[in-house]
């Protein structure tokens, strides 16, 4: 065991000291934490009784404490951003990892603070964009465009033989099909024809109180729902009375309605299509080398220089709580000092026991505060003061209004 007198404490005198004596070096190049840590040390020094009663470390462990003082404040900082913003991150901003401490250039981390975000929607985004994949109407992954070409009376068609597809598909390759372009003439034209009008069109014309008017050359102003009625009439009349379009798809056979005639030899059907690989992929290009979890959110340690008053007095407070614990552990080494006349026992046990109570105390202090301030906490506090003032609001006579 080495001789505790070869660690005395003594009231460091020069910041130049400081550089290159904590265990990282993570504050080396902040002016702030150096020129702070002067002041530290006689903080703690004399809170733990110093010059009355003699310290069995020196100036470089406290250093030590008040750098991890600074990380574990950090760290908490991070976990309440993380809280708030990492879903912001998640899939979008460029992940980093690893770590850097004083001059380490070639590392990917060191100190920095953390700037305000623009709100991005984040997971809640990304979710719409699959629902509007869903619709065809967005989303990650290629619609691609593919057709069929008719023949004179063949009604089924092999998509996977006789179709022609915008991408490349081999054997393993399966489609989900989503759109098959089918469809009669629009509804909207056989109202609105200008050549309608007489013989069978009469009567069509006369149902929908246009029989005193020639649609040819003028029209009748009327309320768009029954525009919409008559195209959903005519829709209806054409599905029930005529062969409608349709189509069948079962496996890879597609089954088309009305039958083809010989004037249809020729034409293509067209259809869109998602490859099921893709569809179901959870890789993404778009996301790789981005956040994926806490351990990645590039977030670094707090610079020390921008940490305000109360977080400053956090650290102090802190700082000491681990000094304390410290000069426990070491004092618990020598139960006894032997003395001419006796001995005398130090405090160890009792120091380490209230250091560590302090630091747990002070996690709590910190988590709960920064719990109250976090953005879930936020919208309660909005939504009780709402309702508060609303029971105010309740209360005002209302004025009677003579008419």
């Known amino acids: 065991m080495a001789d505790k007198f070869g660690y005395i404490y003594e009231d460091p005198t020069n910041v130049g000291q400081i550089t290159g004596s904590t265990p990282y070096g993570t504050y080396d190049n902040d002016t702030s934490f150096i020129s702070e840590?002067?002041?530290?040390?006689?903080?703690?020094?004399?809170?733990?009784?110093?010059?009355?009663?003699?310290?069995?470390?020196?100036?470089?462990?406290?250093y030590a404490m008040f750098e991890e003082a600074v990380n574990e404040y950090s760290q908490q900082m991070n976990h309440y951003n993380m809280k708030n913003w990492m879903w912001n991150?998640?899939?979008?901003?460029?992940?980093?990892?690893?770590?850097?401490?004083?001059?380490?250039?070639?590392?990917?981390?060191?100190?920095?603070?953390?700037?305000?975000?623009?709100?991005?929607m984040g997971t809640t985004f990304m979710l719409s964009e699959q629902y509007g994949q869903a619709a065809l109407v967005g989303g990650n992954s290629?619609?691609?465009?593919?057709?069929?070409?008719?023949?004179?009376?063949?009604?089924?068609?092999?998509?996977?033989?006789?179709?022609?597809?915008?991408?490349?598909?081999?054997?393993?390759?399966?489609l989900e099909v989503q759109r098959v372009f089918n469809y009669g003439p629009s509804s909207i034209s056989q109202f609105y024809d200008p050549y309608v009008g007489t013989f069978d069109q009469q009567q069509m014309l006369d149902n929908f109180g246009m029989g005193n008017?020639?649609?040819?050359?003028?029209?009748?102003l009327r309320p768009i729902h029954q525009d919409i009625s008559r195209a959903q009439a005519i829709e209806t009349s054409d599905k029930v009375r005529k062969s409608a379009h349709s189509f069948e798809l079962v496996n890879n056979k597609l089954r088309i309605f009305p039958i083809p005639k010989d004037t249809d030899a020729g034409d293509k059907i067209y259809f869109q299509y998602y490859k099921r690989s893709e569809l179901r992929s959870t890789s993404n290009d778009s996301v790789q080398?981005?956040?994926?979890?806490?351990?990645?959110?590039?977030?670094?340690?707090i610079t020390y220089e921008e940490i305000n008053?109360?977080?400053?007095?956090?650290?102090?407070?802190?700082?000491?709580?681990?000094?304390?614990e410290l000069l426990g552990i070491i004092r618990s080494k020598y139960a006894s000092m032997p003395l001419p006349n006796g001995e005398v026992s130090l405090d160890g046990e009792a120091l380490k026991g209230e250091g560590r109570e302090e630091?747990?105390?002070?996690?709590?202090?910190?988590?709960?505060?920064?719990?109250?301030?976090?953005?879930?906490?936020?919208?309660v506090t909005e939504q009780e003061v709402a309702d508060a003032n609303q029971a105010v609001l309740n209360k005002a006579p209302l004025g009677i209004y003579i008419g």
């Not at 981005?290 to 340690?301: L, R, W």
């Not at 008053?309 to 304390?324: D, E, M, P, V």
Request: overall charge neutral; charged content about 20%; some cysteine.
């Open 37 to 62: 840590s002067l002041g530290m040390c006689k903080f703690v020094s004399r809170r733990l009784g110093h010059p009355v009663m003699q310290l069995e470390f020196n100036s470089g462990s406290i």
């Open 89 to 120: 991150s998640y899939g979008s901003e460029n992940r980093k990892s690893g770590s850097q401490y004083g001059n380490n250039a070639s590392a990917s981390m060191g100190t920095g603070s953390f700037e305000p975000q623009t709100p991005s």
């Open 142 to 174: 290629t619609l691609y465009s593919g057709s069929i070409t008719l023949s004179s009376s063949k009604q089924t068609y092999d998509l996977s033989s006789e179709g022609n597809f915008e991408s490349t598909i081999d054997s393993t390759d399966r």
């Open 213 to 220: 008017v020639s649609p040819a050359v003028s029209f009748i």
């Open 289 to 301: 080398n981005k956040v994926s979890d806490p351990s990645n959110v590039p977030y670094t340690f």
């Open 309 to 324: 008053s109360a977080g400053r007095q956090w650290i102090k407070k802190y700082t000491l709580a681990l000094s304390k």
């Open 359 to 379: 630091k747990t105390e002070l996690l709590e202090e910190l988590k709960t505060f920064l719990d109250s301030v976090s953005l879930k906490e936020q919208a």
